[in-house]
């Protein structure tokens, strides 16, 4: 009672007084009414043809996020998620970092600039609601639609070469296709995420510095847990059996997979833009764009196959490396520590299915535990197609991988565009069964 009773004193009062003062005055806070206008312009490009289409009034869920519901039909019902730029970015025209629809998820990178195409349209331009018809379909028309995918095409094939290559690299070695390099490439992708959320979280928003410290946090990543890997899994099964090492790879697959779907959750993560701008090309009415994050994904897979070209023709461990895959035991008598090259090869293809990861997420703006599969088995498709014993026919048999997938989901269907990368796979291998660049004895570049 004695403690009710200082605490019911009149100076006590002044400072809860001052705080209800601060309270109020936050609450009063005027709503962000551009904020609202421009996430509300935003779902007509979702919204059903030909429906009476309800919409409810923009909520505010986050200081710079609003969410707009809308209702249709008989209980039909949906909603667009729009996450804007700094406040200070963000005056008459706020930039949309990330969005997402109830029905559909997040929107890609790529969604999210033909999202911005439909936006500056006479109009607001047609509806992009229909999901049996790709988005850029129904905002760019004729030579300009083609040029955008054959663009899209070329990112999504360098994604495909890097991942491909660790297959390629593998193989030539030890004859084996380790098919856990899918989940190799999605556990990179989650850490790059956390990288990437955990400095822009410590105050660090320049791209310059977040691709770099997360890319060298992949190859890391990658580096010990493929010498790891060689060690605990391959080294002991031994290197002669075939069948043991296929086993065990898809073994492989499933811990990683799992472990990952118990640590992270089953939800996806959302990677806002990190890399904005890029070339706009007008044809005609319609406007083909050619962003900074496809050029840096292209130039990245470049390098990164003319330098690995490089180390294997001209450099020691390349030697090595040649020395073992033609003949491993001739290559021991003659000095050559065949088990140190194959776990360092073993680390240069995981962390080259990390980067695949970091690519993976950055150009998509997603990542969960269940990206390995479809990603790993279309590289691997790349490398089978290229000859999977030779790393230059890789990187090109995974261009033509994404070449495929892109155009046959844009021009026919793309609920059936893995059918068409598998149906080409099995023609290719009936007509050339080493692959378009293969040969019956090579087995590196």
């Not at 609450?27 to 059903?48: H, K, Q, S, V, W």
């Not at 229909?130 to 129904?138: F, M």
């Not at 990437?196 to 410290?213: F, K, N």
Request: glycine content about 12%.
């Amino acid at each position: 009672m004695a403690f009710l009773r200082r605490c019911g004193g009149r100076a006590n009062f002044r400072p809860l007084a001052a705080l209800f003062a601060v309270l109020l005055l936050v609450a009063c806070e005027r709503p962000p009414e551009d904020l609202f206008r421009a996430c509300a312009a935003l779902t007509g490009a979702f919204e059903p043809l030909g429906e009476a289409v309800e919409r409810a009034k923009p909520e505010q869920i986050g200081p710079l996020s609003v969410r707009v519901d809308w209702r249709w039909g008989e209980g039909q019902a949906d909603a667009l998620l729009c996450h804007f730029a700094d406040r200070a970015k963000a005056l008459e025209n706020p930039p949309l970092r990330a969005a997402e629809t109830l029905r559909g998820g997040p929107l890609s990178a790529r969604e999210l600039a033909v999202l911005e195409l439909w936006a500056g349209m006479a109009g607001g331009g047609p509806k992009l609601y229909d999901s049996s018809v790709p988005i850029e379909k129904q905002a760019l028309a004729g030579s300009a639609y083609l040029l955008q995918q054959l663009l899209n095409a070329l990112t999504v094939g360098s994604l495909y070469a890097l991942v491909a290559v660790g297959y390629a690299l593998i193989f030539s070695l030890l004859e084996i296709v380790n098919f856990a390099f899918g989940e190799l490439a999605m556990v990179g992708s989650i850490l790059a995420f956390i990288v990437i959320i955990a400095l822009g979280m410590a105050g660090v928003e320049s791209v310059w510095i977040l691709l770099p410290a997360a890319l060298l946090a992949v190859l890391a990543y990658g580096g010990v847990l493929g010498h790891v890997i060689d060690r605990s899994v391959y080294q002991p099964i031994g290197r002669g059996n075939r069948l043991s090492p296929l086993v065990a790879a898809i073994g492989l697959s499933l811990v990683v997979q799992n472990a990952v779907l118990l640590a992270q959750g089953p939800r996806g993560k959302i990677l806002p833009p990190l890399i904005d701008g890029g070339w706009t090309l007008h044809l005609g009415d319609s406007t083909v764009r050619f962003s900074f994050s496809q050029l840096v994904i292209i130039l990245l897979a470049t390098v990164i196959g003319v330098l690995l070209h490089t180390a294997v023709q001209r450099t020691r461990f390349g030697r090595d490396l040649r020395a073992c895959a033609a003949d491993p035991t001739m290559a021991g008598l003659l000095g050559i520590p065949v088990n140190r090259v194959i776990a360092r090869a073993f680390a240069l293809s995981t962390a080259l299915a990390g980067v695949g990861g970091l690519v993976s997420v950055v150009y998509y703006g997603q990542t969960d535990h269940s990206i390995g599969l479809a990603l790993g088995f279309k590289a691997l498709t790349g490398a089978i197609l290229g000859g999977i014993g030779s790393l230059t026919g890789a990187m090109a048999g995974a261009m033509l991988v994404g070449l495929v997938e892109i155009l046959f989901a844009a021009f026919i269907s793309n609920e059936l565009r893995d059918l068409a990368v598998f149906a080409l796979l099995v023609g290719v291998l009936i007509v050339r069964p080493t692959g378009l660049f293969g040969t019956r004895t090579e087995t590196s570049s």
